[in-house]
């Protein structure tokens, strides 16, 4: 049977063209979330410009090539898809890898974030948090976004506001025919957060939850300006590691 990631490493080779096609605005830059918060105006990694930076769970690593643009020289990234990795432009040194099992020293680097890459997709994630941990340097930050919890309760359809599924269930999983899984997602509570952050060395400094500006109008799959503005689709922690 499929590993989780097996799974989704086909299944992102097999959609990275269309789903990269589809939200090709929201990918032009650095933006931690469907809100469309820029770091350029949020700057929630703080000064990197002699940071070592690694991107996790990368996609065609956009953020990490808006870094670079920006002045960070020392800058790397990596996604478990080939295919997602061979959209991405030339510019920034890149890996295909699982975030179970990082090909880099301890301590390579200063600076380790993630927008809505890897983490909604591992199922142990304090094991995924602790590896990151283990190539960042003591007082190193680490910024991650992903689904608020809040989102998980309620169906895809964005016009949907009646909570369906439990906050407390944690998984979703896909089979095909033959009972191979074929897509993972993972959902973790406030709580799995907090503990899932605390047990891999880090704490947690912020928890950012960013509010639907008014200007925007479009939907990003389940997210739109209608839920938006009643409650948060994303959650972004910012962390340092002790």
């Avoid at 090539?65 to 020289?73: A, E, H, N, T």
């Avoid at 709580?191 to 479009?218: C, M, Y």
Wanted: glycine share 6%.
């Amino acid at each position: 049977m499929n590993t989780p990631s097996q799974a989704n490493r086909a299944h992102w080779d097999s959609d990275a063209i269309s789903y990269l096609s589809e939200h090709a605005s929201y990918l032009e830059g650095f933006n931690w979330c469907p809100e469309m918060l820029a770091e350029k105006e949020v700057r929630l990694l703080g000064d990197v410009t002699d940071k070592r930076v690694v991107e996790i769970g990368c996609g065609s690593a956009p953020c990490a090539s808006w870094l670079y643009k920006d002045g960070v020289d020392f800058i790397t990234a990596f996604d478990i898809s080939a295919g997602m990795l061979a959209q991405a432009r030339p510019g920034v040194p890149l890996a295909q890898a699982d975030v179970l099992a990082l090909p880099y020293r301890d301590q390579a680097f200063d600076v380790a974030f993630s927008a809505f890459g890897a983490l909604p997709f591992v199922k142990d994630v304090t094991a995924a948090l602790r590896e990151i941990s283990r190539v960042l340097s003591d007082g190193g930050r680490f910024v991650f976004s992903v689904n608020h919890p809040m989102r998980w309760v309620f169906p895809d359809d964005p016009t949907a506001f009646t909570a369906q599924i439990s906050y407390f269930a944690r998984e979703y999983e896909e089979y095909d025919e033959a009972g191979n899984l074929t897509y993972a997602e993972y959902h973790r509570t406030f709580g799995d957060w907090v503990r899932a952050i605390n047990a891999s060395g880090f704490e947690l400094k912020d928890l950012v939850e960013p509010e639907w500006p008014e200007h925007l109008t479009q939907n990003w799959g389940q997210w739109s300006p209608e839920r938006g503005r009643i409650f948060p689709g994303t959650a972004i922690f910012v962390c340092e590691k002790r």
